[in-house]
C-alpha cells in the first residue's frame, strides 16, 4: 500500500469540516451569542440545555442555527438593530419563555416551522420592521401569549394553536387587520385584544373556555367578531369602544363569573347572548347608541346589578327568563315602548328612568322589593305589578306625564320608609293604591296637576304615617272631587 493511502479507520478520524458536516452538538449549559465565533460554535448544536440570549449585538444580521431542536430554559431575542432574519427550522421545543423584542430591523419570524410548543410564555414585543409572524406548528403555549407594539405586522399565522394556559394579549397592532386562531380551544387567563387600529376581524371559532376575562377594546375597525363556541368565561367579559362593530353574537355563551360589560360601541346594532343562563357580578349595557334589540332571553340570574342605560335606539329588550337580580336599572333607552318582565321574582331595587317611548311596565310576579322607582317616563300608561305586597324602603313615581293611575300597584299594603307621588300631570286618582296601610317615615304628594288636592288629602288621611307629610301642588278642585278618593 502507498504510504499516502488512508486506511477506513484513519479516514473515519478525520474531521469533516471541508464539506460542512460536522456532527451536531449538545450545549449543556447557558449560551450566550456576544460575537461571529460564539454564533458559528452554536450553529453546531442541537440541543441547548440551558438558556439561549442574544441582546445588544449590533453586528448581527442573521440568527441562523439549522440543527438546534431544543432549548430547555429561554429562547431571547432582543435589542439587535440589525437583526433581520432569525432560522431555526428544527426547533421543535423551547422549555422556557420565548422573548424576541425591540429588533427593530426583523421583518419576519416565520422560520421556526417546526416549534410545536413552548413551555412557559412567548413575548415578541416592538419589532418596528416585524411584518409577519409564523409559526405553523405551534400546538401549544405554556403560559402567556404576547403580541404588542409591533407597528409593521400585517399577519399572524398560528394556524394549529389549539391550548394558551395563560393570557392571550394582542395588543397596539398598527395595520394589523385580521385576528385567525381557527384552532384555539381554550385558554387559561385572560383574552386581551385592545388598541389595534385597523383590525377588521377577530376569528375564533373553536374557542369554548376562558380561565379569566375576555377584553376587546379601542379596536376602532373591528366589524366582525366570530367567537361562536364561546360558553364560559370565570371572571369578565368587555367589549368596549369598537367603533365599526355591528353585532356581538355568542351563541353559545352560557356563563360569565363576574361582570359583563358592553359599552361605547357606535355602529352596534344587535347584542345576541340567546343562552347566557347566568352573571355572577355586574351586567352592563350602555351608551350603544345604535343597538335596537338585546336578546337575553335565556338568563335567570342576572347577579348583583343589571344596567341597561343609554340606548336611545333600543325598540327590543328579551329579559323573558329572567328570575333573579339584586339591582335592575333601566335609564334612557328612549325608544323602547315595552319593559316586561314576566319572571322576575327577586329583586331589591327595580328603577325605570327617562325612557320616553315607553307606555307599559310589566312584573306581574316581584311581590317583595326594597325601593322603586318609576321616573321620568313622558308615555308610561301602565305600571302592571300585581303580586306586589311590600316595598321594604321607597317608592318614588315622578314626572310620568302619561301615567292615569295605579292600578297595577294595588296589592302594595306597606311602604317601610318613604313614599313620593309628584309631578305625574295625567295622575288623577290613588285608587290604585287602596290596600296600602303604612308608609313608616316621610309622604310627599305634590304637583299632580290631574290629582284633586282634596281626593290626595282624602288619601293621606287613611294612611299611618310615622314622619312628614306634604300633600301640595295638585290640581284644583273639580266638580267630582272627594268622590274618587273613598277608601
Not at 422549555?95 to 424576541?100: H, S, Y
Request: aromatic share 4%.
Amino acid at each position: 500500500m502507498s504510504r499516502v493511502a488512508l486506511t477506513l479507520a484513519q479516514l473515519a478520524a478525520v474531521p469533516l469540516i471541508a464539506c460542512g458536516c460536522r456532527k451536531p452538538t449538545s450545549c449543556a449549559d447557558d449560551q450566550y451569542i456576544a460575537s461571529e465565533r460564539d454564533l458559528d460554535a452554536l450553529s453546531q448544536c442541537d440541543v441547548v440545555g440551558g438558556r439561549l440570549e442574544v441582546d445588544g449585538q449590533v453586528w448581527l444580521t442573521s440568527l441562523d442555527l439549522p440543527l438546534l431542536e431544543s432549548v430547555a430554559a429561554m429562547l431571547k431575542v432582543t435589542g439587535c438593530d440589525a437583526l433581520v432574519d432569525v432560522a431555526m427550522p428544527g426547533l421543535v421545543v423551547v422549555d422556557g419563555a420565548v422573548r424576541i423584542r425591540s429588533n427593530p430591523a426583523l421583518a419576519a419570524i416565520d422560520d421556526l416551522g417546526s416549534l410545536e410548543s413552548v413551555g412557559e410564555e412567548i413575548f415578541i414585543h416592538r419589532n418596528e420592521s416585524l411584518e409577519r409572524i409564523g409559526l405553523p406548528a405551534l400546538a401549544a403555549v405554556g403560559r402567556d401569549l404576547v403580541v404588542r407594539n409591533n407597528d409593521a405586522l400585517v399577519e399572524l399565522d398560528l394556524p394549529v394553536l389549539s391550548t394558551v394556559s395563560g393570557d392571550v394579549d394582542i395588543d397596539g397592532q398598527a395595520v394589523l387587520d385580521a385576528l385567525e386562531l381557527p384552532g384555539l380551544s381554550a385558554v387559561g387567563g385572560n383574552l386581551w385584544v385592545a388598541r389595534n387600529a385597523s383590525l377588521a376581524h377577530i376569528d375564533l371559532p373553536s374557542l369554548e373556555t376562558l380561565g379569566r376575562s375576555l377584553y376587546i377594546h379601542r379596536n376602532d375597525a373591528l366589524a366582525g367578531l366570530d367567537m361562536r363556541s364561546l360558553r364560559s368565561l370565570e371572571r369578565s367579559l368587555t367589549i368596549r369602544d369598537s367603533a365599526s362593530l355591528t353585532s356581538v353574537a355568542l351563541p353559545a355563551l352560557v356563563h360569565v363569573g363576574d361582570d359583563l360589560t358592553i359599552q361605547d360601541n357606535a355602529a352596534l346594532t344587535t347584542i345576541d347572548l340567546p343562552r347566557l343562563d347566568a352573571v355572577g357580578d355586574d351586567l352592563t349595557i350602555q351608551d350603544n347608541l345604535a343597538v335596537t334589540r338585546i336578546d337575553l332571553s335565556g338568563l335567570t340570574d342576572a347577579g348583583d346589578r343589571l344596567y341597561v342605560m343609554h340606548q336611545p335606539a333600543l325598540t327590543e329588550l328579551d329579559l323573558s327568563g329572567l328570575e333573579e337580580v339584586y339591582f335592575a336599572f333601566f335609564n334612557d333607552n328612549d325608544a323602547l315602548a315595552v319593559l316586561e318582565l314576566p319572571v322576575l321574582e327577586f329583586v331589591d331595587e327595580l328603577t325605570v328612568w327617562s325612557a320616553e317611548a315607553l307606555h307599559g311596565l310589566t312584573a306581574p310576579k316581584i311581590s317583595s322589593l326594597r325601593f322603586l322607582n318609576i321616573v321620568d317616563n313622558r308615555s308610561i300608561t301602565t305600571i302592571e305589578m300585581s303580586s306586589l305586597a311590600d316595598i321594604r324602603s321607597s317608592l318614588l313615581i315622578q314626572n310620568n306625564d302619561s301615567l292615569v293611575g295605579l292600578e297595577g300597584l294595588s296589592g302594595v299594603t306597606a311602604v317601610g320608609f318613604q313614599l313620593t307621588i309628584s309631578g305625574n300631570d295625567d295622575l288623577s286618582s290613588l285608587n290604585g293604591l287602596s290596600c296600602l296601610r303604612t308608609v313608616s317615615h316621610n309622604l310627599t304628594i305634590t304637583d299632580n296637576a290631574s290629582l284633586c288636592q282634596v281626593d290626595a288629602q282624602v288619601f293621606v288621611d287613611g294612611l299611618e304615617v310615622g314622619g312628614d307629610v306634604l300633600v301640595f301642588g295638585n290640581g284644583a278642585d273639580r266638580t267630582d272631587c272627594g268622590a274618587a278618593s273613598s277608601r
